[in-house]
């Protein structure tokens, strides 16, 4: 079962070969056994899984189904499912249990899909490692002294570890990307505005994107299928027409299925920074993409070096508006003893964000404070406008921008937690494309030291369908997507 691609538990739950409540059986099985060891989920809940699954049944036997009904699905823990505890890795939530469902949890409800968990995360989304999740940090199944990726590593870890055919994810500068990167899958961080943001706890409203974690870029068209539409509850939900992310999938393949299709190498990319293992795959699975009929042409994207810094300037300002709800008045945790009012907030607030939080808050109120907004809040916005320029300048001479999605492999736990520059290093290559509002996808490409790396492809505006097709054309002559963790092997 654990080799089954979500295509494959589609048409065995529709076949009635395997029911949705044995399925879903079978994975929270498979979590109580590793959960321990991997700490990639936050809540479980089998009796509310069950329930779903029962319903699925009912519905496969009606022949009303979906291509997911009754497809166990891991979810994010930033996602608000109703009566499902919503932390966001965060002890300022980890009472909360939210009385309404997110857009995201919505859309897999109405396809009858079974909310399998609540994945472990980095508080508020906040984070490269899953370090700092207030529940502790999952760990990566490659080697379990390694970092999952971050912030969306407990999402990553239990579809690596076959603990979830699938999961959500969001993205606000890799979150998606960096860990199906470190855990050896294919993610998609789409267009931003394409997956509704309501209910979906808000970090860097600007920035934050949900989109699919899972084996293969078909599995992710499948799941963005779902995620994806116009929402009218969140203001920048984009009104495009609804895309079957499926559609160019199904076209037969040739031997040159890729022809005419031009790649783009930044050589902003390739330079310091990068690891010598990382690039070596990168360039392999380039010439991979050239044997399938592409053409490689360098390009240039000059103000990339800047995206770090614009972007923590950003991010931080709008997480410092965004976590100002956190006050103990309304939801989530309250200091137990205060005096007054003021009081109350100090000691909540120093009580239930944890580090990265406070240092984000600071940072933001900072940039935003009157004398140091036009020195950087507004730097950083002209900033981003030249890195978006960049971008549609590249996509003049070119289809997909390709290079690696981390610079590194997964390091281990506690390396980089004290040294927080180092730590915002390792979104280098994805950053720029949430401050652009970019579409962009990382699938496997190899291996170093049994550790995954995985390959990013950046495409224009809308461009989902040609990113899944691409990828997928690289899948159907490669395996590395289909590789899983020894330890975890033991369906
Ligand atoms: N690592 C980046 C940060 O800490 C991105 C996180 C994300 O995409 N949610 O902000």
Request: charged share 20%.
């Amino acid at each position: 079962m654990i080799a089954h691609t979500l295509t494959q538990l589609s048409r065995a739950l529709a076949s009635r070969e395997i029911s949705s409540v044995e399925l879903t059986r079978f994975y929270l099985e498979r979590i109580e056994r590793h959960n321990p060891k991997l700490n990639a989920f936050i809540t479980v809940d089998p009796e509310k899984s069950i329930a779903q699954a029962k319903a699925a049944d009912e519905r496969l036997a009606t022949g009303r189904a979906g291509p997911l009904t009754g497809v166990p699905i891991a979810q994010k823990d930033i996602f608000c499912a109703m009566g499902w505890l919503t932390s966001c890795g965060s002890k300022m939530l980890a009472n909360f249990i939210s009385p309404y469902d997110s857009r995201v949890i919505e859309c897999f409800n109405a396809e009858g899909a079974v909310l399998l968990g609540k994945t472990n995360m980095d508080e508020f989304a906040m984070g490269s490692s899953n370090e700092t999740s207030h529940f502790g940090s999952a760990r990566n199944p490659w080697d379990t002294e390694r970092i999952p990726g971050g912030s969306s590593g407990g999402s990553a870890a239990a579809v690596a570890a076959s603990l979830a055919p699938a999961a959500t994810a969001t993205d606000t500068g890799g979150s998606i990307r960096q860990p199906s990167a470190m855990c050896g899958l294919t993610g998609i961080k789409p267009t931003y505005g394409i997956v509704s943001r309501y209910g979906m706890i808000a970090y860097a409203s600007s920035l934050d994107q949900g989109g699919p974690i899972a084996r293969t870029a078909e599995d992710c068209a499948l799941l963005l299928n779902v995620m994806a539409g116009f929402d009218e509850r969140d203001s920048t939900s984009l009104d495009h027409p609804k895309e079957d992310y499926m559609r160019a999938l199904s076209s037969t393949f040739d031997d040159k299925p890729l022809a005419g299709l031009k790649i783009g190498i930044p050589k902003e990319f390739f330079g310091e920074g990068c690891a010598a293992n990382v690039m070596h795959c990168v360039m392999e699975a380039i010439a991979v993409y050239r044997r399938l009929g592409a053409e490689a042409l360098e390009i240039s994207l000059p103000n990339m070096h800047l995206s770090v810094p614009a972007y923590y300037v950003i991010a931080s300002a709008e997480a410092s508006s965004n976590l100002s709800r956190f006050d103990g008045v309304r939801y989530g945790y309250r200091a137990p003893e205060y005096g007054d009012i003021n009081d109350m907030y100090v000691k909540t607030r120093a009580q239930g964000f944890g580090a990265e939080a406070k240092r984000r808050i600071l940072i933001g109120t900072y940039v935003l404070s009157h004398g140091y907004y036009d020195a950087y809040y507004l730097q950083a916005q002209r900033i981003r406008r030249l890195i978006a320029n960049d971008f549609s300048g590249a996509f003049g001479q070119c289809d997909i921008i390709m290079g690696p999605t981390s610079p590194t492999t997964a390091f281990r736990i506690g390396e980089k937690i004290a040294d927080p520059v180092q730590m915002y290093l390792s979104d280098i290559y994805t950053i720029a494309v949430n401050l652009a509002g970019l579409p962009a996808l990382s699938h496997p490409c190899g291996f170093s030291e049994s550790l995954p790396i995985g390959i990013q492809l950046i495409g224009n505006y809308f461009s989902e369908t040609r990113l899944l097709n691409t990828a997928r054309c690289f899948q159907q002559i490669t395996d590395w997507h289909l590789r899983r963790p020894a330890p975890f092997d033991d369906a």
